[in-house]
């Protein structure tokens, strides 16, 4: 029960997550948004895995490694967006 | 009771999320995203994977929301990418992100019973590994290869930013925050945590074999300390057109490449870990990903080089 | 017993504790009052709840971890309390 309630959350942060991507004007806040997308997706995941519970783990290792490694590479694409808003913002110099 | 416990996390999930897009300031926004993260660990430490509440605490919460703050305080001018939303565009997304909540919702709550597992056969041939973190053995033994191509992600985003600073910049260093003179409180608990978070990260590291933990979580750490050191004035940004810079991002992968190929001469295809010596392999391995992922990560938050060094 | 019945008096007082501070932080109408009840609840409720869980820790090292956490937490919040409050007054002396 509890660990549906950790899934319909998961898939309402998806919902709130997409509703301010596509509502906000500015850059920075659809970043914002979109990584909110991606908790959601994330926390769906991990109830998949927490169901899966079998031969003595408390979950499916397999997804929640899968979601270690989508955290990370969903932190290296934020991170090269920011790059691309700072350089958008206002070039100290001749591009 | 757990359902209470869920109800005390999922509520303010949801809250924060709101607040963060529904939220006038950007700045609070960003400070609501800090307070989210950590819900979100929580979250998932009631899912029992406590290796992924690390994760999202240092990686999702922390570093994502520092780089975000960062950014917002160096942008002379918001990037606007159209006009202000009008009603009708509001009703719409509302109307979209309602069915994709609902649909994924109905799709959760029609999953077969019992739940597909592969646990079992994750487990089963974990001694011969020496590991007895699951997690730690999906990563870097079952699906190494994502692994090693999460790393390359890492580094195609550090050759992203490089090639995103000014041409005067090239090859120097990040702009220094914050300008001017470092707070005595931040230097006195840079001094104060530096420390001993870097014996917390060795721990990290080395209880991630069996039990929650690991490199990216350690690597992470590492990196959180570096930055903390750098906006308290004590150490240098990493010059990215530095020579040890660049060793010690490309460190990482071909350690893995190797140990992989090994992998096809020894135990018959690429990544295989051989045997006797897996866990030695397997540690080798991890210690030249984790340099490679701190100063990827030192990079990726300190911003794109703007200042000429004196190289 | 007397340890269950110590931790639930020591955590029932943190918890008083944190609800002072957060009614302080709603409250209160500047910045600096309001930091002075975060910090009050911060330290001595954590360290109250802190003392109350070591009776359940179980070993010694599980205890010595919780007050760790408690001594991190402390410094961390400490300098964050003293760095809002430096900002707020550089920013109150730039008006």
């Not at chain 1, 500015?26 to 927490?50: I, M, Q």
């Not at chain 2, 995203?33 to 999202?56: C, K």
């Not at chain 2, 649909?103 to 487990?123: D, F, K, N």
């Not at chain 2, 020894?266 to 992922?293: H, N, T, Y």
Request: aromatic share 6%; with cysteine; glycine share 10%.
């Amino acid at each position: 029960m509890s660990t549906t309630l950790f899934g319909l959350t998961g898939a309402a942060l998806v919902g709130i997550g997409l509703f301010g991507l596509i509502v906000h004007p500015t850059a920075l806040r659809k970043l914002l948004a979109f990584n909110l997308v991606g908790a959601g997706v994330f926390l769906v995941f991990g109830v998949l895995a927490r169901r899966a519970a079998a031969a003595g783990l408390a979950g499916d290792p397999v997804p929640q490694a899968i979601v270690i490694t989508g955290i990370v590479v969903a932190f290296a694409a934020t991170a090269l967006a920011a790059t691309l808003l700072a350089r958008l913002s206002g070039p100290e110099e001749e591009p | 009771m757990t359902e209470l416990l869920a109800l005390t996390l999922a509520l303010p999930l949801l809250a924060g999320a709101l607040f963060i897009v529904a939220t006038a300031s950007t700045r609070a926004a960003l400070f609501g995203f800090f307070a989210f993260g950590l819900f979100l660990a929580l979250a998932w430490v009631a899912l029992d994977a406590v290796d992924v509440a690390l994760t999202e605490a240092a990686i999702g919460g922390g570093a994502t929301g520092l780089l975000l703050l960062r950014l917002n305080g160096r942008m002379r001018h918001p990037v606007s990418l159209g006009e202000p939303a009008g009603p009708r565009l509001k009703i719409a997304a509302g109307l979209l992100a309602a069915l994709v909540t609902l649909a994924l919702g109905a799709l959760l709550l029609a999953l077969p019973e019992p739940a597909p597992s592969l646990a079992a056969a994750t487990v089963e041939p974990l001694p011969a590994l020496g590991i007895g973190n699951p997690v730690t053995a999906v990563l870097i033994a079952y699906r190494a290869l994502d692994t090693l191509l999460e790393i390359v992600v890492l580094l195609i985003a550090v050759v992203g930013l490089r090639a995103l600073g000014t041409d005067r910049g090239w090859g120097g260093r990040p702009v220094p925050w914050p300008e001017g003179e470092p707070s005595p409180a931040l230097v006195f608990l840079a001094r104060l945590l530096i420390p001993a978070g870097l014996v917390f990260a060795v721990y990290l590291f080395w209880v991630g074999a069996d039990a929650p933990g690991g490199k990216f979580q350690a690597s992470t750490l590492v990196a959180a300390l570096w930055l903390l050191a750098i906006m308290a004035g004590l150490a240098p940004a990493p010059c990215s057109g530095g020579r040890w810079t660049g060793r010690a991002l490309a460190i990482g992968p071909l350690a893995f490449i190797v140990a992989g190929t090994i992998g096809i001469a020894a135990a018959g295809s690429f990544l295989a870990w051989p045997e006797p010596v897996a866990k030695p392999m397997i540690i080798a391995v991890e210690l030249a990903l984790a340099v490679s992922i701190v100063v990827a990560l030192v990079l990726l938050v300190a911003g794109p080089p703007e200042r000429e060094t004196g190289r | 017993m007397i340890a269950d019945l110590l931790t639930i008096v020591l955590v029932s007082a943190g918890a008083v504790f944190f609800l002072a501070g957060t009614v302080g932080l709603l409250r209160f109408p500047d910045p600096l009052s309001r930091l002075h009840a975060l910090t009050k609840a911060d330290s001595l409720g954590l360290g109250l709840i802190a003392l109350g869980l070591v009776p359940q820790a179980g070993s010694v090292w599980m205890a010595l971890k919780l007050l760790l956490v408690w001594l991190l937490v402390l410094a961390g919040s400490t300098a964050a309390g003293q760095m809002l409050a430096r900002l707020h007054r550089a920013e109150a002396a730039d008006d």
